[in-house]
């Protein structure tokens, strides 16, 4: 009692099945390649992850995918990488659950499949012409790497780019050794910090607020960008405060649970927004009077 | 708009002639349980079974439309095939009142416009409805929020009080289920005039639940009232079963979740009714909840009826046909949730 709606498959890279694309509705992902693994620590790998077709993802800074692993199921991820016009795209994953333990598993050359990409990414032409803060906390690094790297690309569209990155041990930084060649090339300023004293760290020792207490930033040219877990919004927002910054130079990309990832199934609901939809990047001046943003 | 007056036995006989040619869908009773019938809408085979008055369904046409357990699409885990099935089946939902109706019209913005739903699009271009005149509850409340009135998706109406019965034409397409299908005989406008007079007065009588305040004030009345304790008094009953959501026709959310096959070689990837009563709804892989605690999730469902998806619509969201009432095993009602918030200010 239905109709099997089947689309054309298209052509693509050899070897490809046409049937792959037959029924295709919003809902179905497509598939992507696993070209490259790497772990970059005891609980975070890295994914490159290329889709032959249609066309390689079209994304921006600051959105994220929904990853399926068949037989297991969907999470959302953000994109690590800027895009920079070829086929493959990078993600930071922590194995937390059933979807990533599963994933964590895989092997280069398996097939995923991805949905997206969705959600308001980061306001890079807005940004043109400022000074950008970027303040990570622990895996919010995950889609800061994307807006960085991205300025790093355009590096004259954008005035000093300051990273400040907070990890609870120096095991739990994203992409080290790539922070330690950009420190080297010296295009960006970043400062790292751990939680707490570790053997062999000779470097900042406090939570990420620490290094926001004395910037050097020329407020009215000024953009802050923070991701981290939810906790860490609230306490940077007051850190921040002495800098008066207007609150549309705030932009925060916030955490919730999405699962549909296109504003439907209600889970990543805030008060009246859609996280996947309005945000995950908002101004803050758009969500600091939201009860439920700040928890 | 052209009436047909008919006799229970040319209704029947109009119901047959439909379900030659659409999936037909009716009020039935589904059990008596002391002092209660529970009706549903069941798959009418025989015109006989479909009741015509009664006062409420356990489960909306909701249940037809956007289905409990909805397969998303097919996969096969090898060769990565993914097909989608559309669900295009013409159907025909007698027995419709007015407030479900107003339901399934804020469903349709919901999938429709807002955010499009090939599966929701599929079920609803291919459906039409029949509505019935209501016989409300102590419940009930629909005149008091405002959406008593049905300006628009019914394709046909049946008039019914007592043993009068005529079927108005509200679309096209009901002209044209009413020509092809229908017997019965021209009444005069006096005598439609009179029936729907009536129909309006026992309506009228019955539909006595009230909100203290006008349902245009229900944004306002939420804005003041983030902080009142009503919430946290009213949670302290509350049980989080989500029985509120499973039968409110105008809540959508689901879960989307993957269903392997026994060889682990392929299955489906689904999604159910989900709803934000229950605890998990906003919980994250790291273990953070943002509503943890009952009262939040209390605020959140009544804040989207009548505040959030309010104000993108013009009017509430909740129908006012007291389903989350009757059913809430602690007696959570929604017109009390109101009056309280009103008074507590």
């Known amino acids: 009692m239905g109709n099997v709606i089947a689309e054309q498959a298209r052509s693509g890279t050899p070897g490809t099945d046409a049937s792959l694309w037959q029924g295709t509705t919003e809902h179905v992902p497509v598939p992507g390649r696993i070209v490259k693994i790497a772990q970059l620590t005891p609980n975070e790998k890295y994914f490159a992850v290329r889709l032959e077709r249609p066309a390689p993802l079209a994304y921006c800074p600051g959105q994220f995918v929904e990853l399926w692993v068949p037989l297991v199921g969907e999470a959302p991820i953000s994109i690590s990488s800027p895009p920079d016009g070829t086929d493959t795209f990078e993600m930071a994953i922590r194995r937390v659950g059933n979807v990533t333990r599963a994933l964590h598993q895989m092997h280069e050359g398996g097939t995923v499949g991805i949905r997206g990409p969705y959600g308001h990414g980061f306001p890079v032409d807005e940004l043109k012409g400022n000074d950008l803060v970027l303040v990570a906390g622990g895996i919010g690094y995950a889609p800061l790497r994307s807006l960085l790297k991205y300025m790093l690309r355009h590096r004259s569209d954008y005035g000093r780019v300051i990273l400040v990155y907070g990890a609870r041990s120096p095991q739990d930084f994203l992409f080290y050794d790539e922070l330690q060649s950009m420190v080297r090339d010296g295009q960006a300023e970043i400062q790292l910090t751990i939680d707490r004293p570790a053997a062999g760290w000779s470097g900042h020792v406090g939570v990420v607020t620490t290094l926001l207490t004395d910037l050097r930033i020329r407020v009215p040219r000024t953009y802050v960008v923070v991701c981290g877990p939810p906790i860490m919004y609230k306490f940077v927002i007051l850190v921040l405060d002495r800098y008066r910054l207007p609150p549309e130079r705030v932009l925060l990309s916030l955490e919730r649970r999405m699962e549909c990832g296109v504003g439907k199934c209600g889970h990543c609901q805030m008060n009246s927004q859609y996280v996947c939809k309005s945000g995950p990047v908002f101004a803050y001046r758009a969500i600091r009077h939201l009860p439920e943003a700040f928890m | ?345």
């Open chain 2, 1 to 345: 708009m052209a009436f047909l007056k008919v006799t229970r036995d040319q209704f029947n006989g109009f119901v047959a002639h439909v379900g030659r040619h659409y999936e037909v869908h009716g009020p039935v009773v589904k059990e008596r349980f002391l002092d209660k019938t529970f009706h549903v809408f069941g798959r009418i085979t025989d015109p006989a079974e479909m009741v015509i008055h009664y006062t409420w369904t356990v489960f909306s046409p909701k249940k037809i439309l956007m289905p409990q357990f909805e397969k998303l699409y097919d996969y096969s885990a090898g060769d990565f095939g993914r097909t989608a099935t559309l669900d295009t089946t013409p159907r025909v939902i007698f027995g419709v009142h007015n407030c479900d109706m107003n339901a399934v019209n804020l469903i349709d913005w919901v999938f429709l416009e807002d955010t499009p739903d090939s599966y929701y699009a599929a079920r609803r271009q291919n459906m039409l409805f029949v509505g019935v005149n209501c016989q409300p509850d102590a419940d009930c409340f629909c005149r008091s929020i405002d959406w008593h009135e049905v300006e628009r998706g019914y394709d046909l109406y049946l008039h019914a009080v007592d043993s009068r019965m005529m079927l108005e034409v509200r679309s096209p397409k009901g002209q044209e289920l009413l020509d092809h299908f229908a017997r019965g005989e021209q009444p005069s406008e006096a005598e439609a005039a009179e029936l729907v007079q009536e129909e309006n007065r026992l309506f009228c009588e019955r539909q006595t639940l009230r909100m203290n305040t006008a349902a245009e004030n229900l944004p306002l009345l939420f804005t003041a009232s983030y902080e009142s304790p009503v919430w946290d008094e009213t949670a302290q009953r509350c049980v989080s079963c989500g029985a509120c959501h499973l039968m409110c026709p105008t809540c959508f959310c689901f879960h989307t979740a993957d269903d392997p096959n026994a060889r682990l070689d392929g299955g489906s990837f689904v999604r159910n009714w989900d709803g934000c009563m229950m605890r998990p709804f906003a919980e994250i892989s790291s273990g953070e909840n943002f509503r943890r605690e009952t009262p939040t999730r209390l605020k959140h469902r009544w804040y989207r009826k009548h505040k959030y998806l309010f104000q993108r619509v013009g009017k509430s969201f909740c129908v006012g046909c007291g389903r989350c009432g009757r059913e809430c095993p602690v007696d959570i009602k929604p017109v009390k949730i109101v009056n309280e918030l009103l008074e507590r200010l």
